[in-house]
């Protein structure tokens, strides 16, 4: 009898990897999702394809249209806008109820994940942060850490959904960015003041992290040619 890992099912994999290429913009937006040629680039079957896709357009990354099939959600500094009103509304509320309710495993877990954040990103070269994918993933991880404490699960995974829907804009202005911004300093103010449990500082830190980001953001897709 193998006592190995099970894999993961098909279909979480095929959710993963498509989930990853759109955040990279392998898949740019407005791109038509044809389930034929999705089938020779994942090497799987219609049926897992078909319900990555309606998961992802659950999660905001996809638009499906009965006529015209699935294609990338469109991106515009309006939408990103939009992402980012609601980010600020839920977040917020996942973080003071776990700056309420965290205990001291949630406290070490915060540290943790900024730690290995912070690793990776004193190993990337100077100049504009690269957002590569094990930074990007280390982030995340970061931030969700910071609210996982929220006792609602459907508020953490609005919070997870959202914060991917922000992570394609990231990575696609990434590309255009020339100066530098450090968010190390910005991230370790946010831990300090959360484990600190001053909710009304690690709030008003978390908030200017999102908005800054936000202004970043919209200056570069707007100075593009549309």
């Given at each position: 009898?193998?006592?190995?890992?099970?894999?993961?099912?098909?279909?979480?994999?095929?959710?993963?990897?498509?989930?990853?290429?759109?955040?990279?913009?392998?898949?740019?937006?407005?791109?038509?999702?044809?389930?034929d040629h999705l089938r020779e680039q994942y090497g799987c079957s219609s049926s897992p394809l078909r319900e990555a896709l309606n998961r992802l357009t659950y999660?905001?990354?996809?638009?499906?249209?009965?006529?015209?099939?699935?294609?990338?959600?469109?991106?515009?500094?309006?939408?990103?806008?939009?992402?980012?009103?609601?980010?600020?509304?839920?977040?917020?509320?996942?973080?003071?109820?776990?700056?309420?309710?965290?205990?001291?495993?949630?406290?070490?877990?915060?540290?943790?994940?900024?730690?290995?954040?912070?690793?990776?990103?004193?190993?990337l070269p100077d100049g504009p942060l690269v957002l590569n994918s094990e930074w990007s993933m280390l982030h995340k991880s970061f931030h969700m850490t910071l609210?996982?404490?929220?006792?609602?699960?459907?508020?953490?995974?609005?919070?997870?959904?959202?914060?991917?829907?922000?992570?394609?804009?990231?990575?696609?202005?990434?590309?255009?960015?020339?100066?530098?911004?450090?968010?190390?300093?910005?991230?370790?103010?946010?831990?300090?003041?959360?484990?600190?449990?001053?909710?009304?500082?690690?709030?008003?830190?978390?908030?200017?992290?999102?908005?800054?980001?936000?202004?970043?953001?919209?200056?570069?897709?707007?100075?593009?040619?549309?």
């Amino acid at each position: 009898m193998s006592t190995g890992t099970v894999p993961p099912p098909l279909v979480e994999v095929t959710i993963a990897r498509l989930r990853q290429d759109l955040l990279s913009n392998v898949h740019q937006a407005g791109d038509k999702l044809k389930v034929d040629h999705l089938r020779e680039q994942y090497g799987c079957s219609s049926s897992p394809l078909r319900e990555a896709l309606n998961r992802l357009t659950y999660e905001g990354l996809v638009i499906a249209d009965e006529r015209r099939g699935f294609r990338v959600a469109a991106m515009s500094v309006e939408d990103f806008n939009d992402i980012t009103r609601l980010r600020l509304i839920l977040d917020m509320q996942a973080l003071e109820e776990s700056i309420e309710r965290g205990g001291d495993e949630w406290e070490a877990q915060a540290i943790a994940s900024f730690y290995r954040l912070q690793k990776v990103e004193e190993r990337l070269p100077d100049g504009p942060l690269v957002l590569n994918s094990e930074w990007s993933m280390l982030h995340k991880s970061f931030h969700m850490t910071l609210l996982s404490a929220t006792t609602s699960p459907r508020l953490l995974q609005s919070c997870s959904n959202l914060f991917d829907q922000a992570e394609r804009y990231r990575r696609f202005s990434a590309a255009h960015r020339t100066q530098s911004r450090s968010k190390s300093g910005e991230h370790e103010a946010i831990l300090n003041a959360t484990i600190g449990r001053d909710k009304d500082e690690a709030v008003a830190l978390l908030t200017h992290h999102i908005t800054r980001t936000q202004r970043d953001i919209a200056a570069i897709i707007g100075s593009l040619p549309s």
